[in-house]
């Protein structure tokens, strides 16, 4: 790790040809002769601490220059609409730098790129139409986070690219069919209608990103062709309807689907709009990691074969019309058993969520947050606002890594599992509006990372329990609607203390106590005559004894004098 400025002599290295200082903490500013090393080839200063305006005398003399990398540094690029670099640049590295509202005019130049990141460099403009024709070779293209408004062409991407990252601008109209050599598309945060459309046979999708779009019509059938390719799937938020397509099974290699606030169904051939989930999604989809169909039409009941995904750890089925009860199998799911730190898979997906700034918003602690670099670290499970019977399942009290678990808003009878303590990862418990009844168990106090828990609205009885991590909850409302609940933190006191919190005296007890009785008696029998005894052995002297009593009164005279 380098730290402090470049000095301003490296001009003077008139032979350098690389010069590589990534991934430092340098600070201050580029010095203008660094546009004096004509020899050199690759500048990458990315990923420190600069602080500078760069102008066109930086890159003067660098006539030879093939990757610039600036990006991830507080640096303003100030060259006029007129500029033309001396260079031909293969990779041009920009993002986070200051490039102003407009459109780099400059890269009209530069029809020669391989990779181009324009990220988060504040344009405000629209795309002209010739910088899709600039580049034939380009692989890598990321205009994100920008304001860049406009429609993107139907032939927007040159054969070879790969990677494509659009999210967050301000992209409108219809969504112009993939490209055929597309690995990674993420349009996501934009404005984008229309249908799905995929260009030919020949893709090569690994990675497609359209949620928070307009997006409607169904997803089509044809994304089954991705077959052992596609790992990361993200359709949510956006106007998709219909069935999804049976010959999913043949994702074998997906790891993360999330259709949520959408308004799909599943028809499994009985001609039902709002059918099952799928039985298929447990029998093939055997690394799948992420789940998520909430907000959707699903009814009928959990199928089993959704236990199978041993590798989920995040299931989220919430506010559908699931029916029947929770599948007893529901402990399978190994990633929620151990800790998903030691996750090799998971950790292997984080390369998707980093790079890819997937995020995922999930709810826990009550509310609904998007969950994004940490993502792979997450367990959950919500089944909420569904329609589920039956009793919480034994099996569930396995998934020892479980962080976070919503079963409310579902008609779930029975108790709560005596052993529930034994979810020592807990962060989160939601298992309020259900019809839940006797005691709430001791072992919940065991829950030492539990920071949030809602079992308002069932019909629980009985002293609530204290102790560790309890103590912390002190919230009246966690509890309300159960009527036969009494203790802290309620105002309803219990009529029975029983034996833990107050406990019944004996008869040796009664003894002891009587004693104790009798003792303050004599003390206070014998207080009394020494009092009265005191009391007159000093005055009585001074009543009858003249001279003393005119001692006594000029000494008290002199101490007030």
Wanted: net charge negative.
């Amino acid at each position: 790790m380098i730290f402090g400025s470049i000095p301003a002599s490296i001009g003077r290295l008139s032979l350098l040809s690389q010069l590589y200082l990534s991934q430092n903490q340098l600070n201050g500013t580029i010095s203008k002769n660094i546009g004096q090393l004509s020899e050199l080839k690759v500048l990458d200063v990315a990923q420190n601490a600069l602080q500078d305006t760069i102008f066109e005398h930086h890159f003067a003399n660098l006539v030879k220059l093939e990757q610039l990398d600036m990006s991830s540094n507080s640096l303003v690029l100030n060259v006029s609409s007129e500029w033309v670099p001396p260079f031909h640049l293969k990779i041009i590295g920009l993002g986070s730098c200051r490039l102003g509202g407009h459109f780099p005019h400059w890269l009209y130049t530069q029809n020669n790129f391989d990779a181009l990141n324009l990220s988060n460099t504040g344009i405000s403009d629209t795309i002209p139409d010739w910088f899709w024709n600039l580049s034939s070779q380009a692989t890598l293209l990321d205009l994100s986070q920008n304001e860049i408004r406009g429609m993107l062409p139907m032939n927007f991407a040159s054969s070879n690219i790969s990677d494509i990252n659009l999210s967050s601008n301000l992209f409108e109209g219809p969504l112009p069919p993939l490209p055929s050599n597309i690995q990674s598309l993420d349009l996501t945060n934009n404005s984008f209608t229309g249908p799905i459309v995929f260009g030919n046979d020949e893709a090569k999708l690994n990675h497609l990103f359209l949620s928070n779009n307009q997006i409607n019509g169904s997803i089509p059938s044809f994304i089954c062709k991705f077959g052992d390719q596609l790992a990361v799937l993200d359709l949510s938020n956006n106007q998709l309807s219909g069935e999804l397509p049976i010959c999913w099974n043949n994702l074998t290699m997906l790891m993360v689907v999330n259709l949520a606030n959408n308004n799909l169904s599943v028809d499994l051939g009985q001609n039902n709009l709002h059918g099952n989930v799928p039985t298929w999604l447990g029998e093939s989809l055997s690394s799948l990691l992420f789940l998520r169909l909430r907000s959707n039409s699903f009814s009928g009941a959990i199928p089993p074969q959704i236990c199978n995904l041993s590798s989920l750890q995040i299931l989220d089925l919430a506010n559908n019309y699931l029916t029947g009860h929770i599948p007893e199998c529901i402990g399978n799911f190994s990633n929620m058993v151990i800790n998903p730190n030691a996750s090799q898979q998971a950790l292997h997906v984080m390369e998707y969520v980093i790079d890819y700034k997937y995020s995922l918003p999930l709810v826990k602690n009550g509310m609904e947050r998007e969950y994004t670099n940490n993502l792979p670290l997450v367990t959950n499970m919500d089944l909420s606002s569904n329609s589920l019977v039956g009793e919480i399942p034994e099996s569930l009290l396995r998934l020892l890594g479980l962080q976070s678990l919503n079963l409310s808003e579902n008609h779930l009878t029975g108790n709560i599992p005596s052993k529930i303590g034994d979810l020592r990862s807990m962060i989160s418990l939601d298992l309020s509006r259900n019809e839940l009844s006797g005691q709430i168990p001791p072992s919940l106090s065991d829950l030492n990372f539990l920071g949030y828990l809602n079992l308002s609205f069932n019909n629980l009885s009985g002293r609530i329990p204290t102790g560790n991590q309890l103590q912390t909850l002190n919230d009246a409302s966690i509890y309300m609607g159960n009527f036969n609940l009494c203790g802290p933190p309620i105002s309803q006191e219990c009529t029975d203390d029983g034996p833990s919190q107050s406990p019944s005296f004996t008869s040796e007890d009664n003894k002891d106590e009587a004693g104790d009785s009798q003792e303050m008696l004599w003390l206070f029998l014998g207080i009394a005559p020494g009092f009265v005894l005191g009391f007159w052995m000093v005055w009585g002297i001074l009543l009858f004894k003249r001279n003393w009593r005119i001692a006594y009164f000029l000494r008290l005279d002199n101490l007030f004098m």
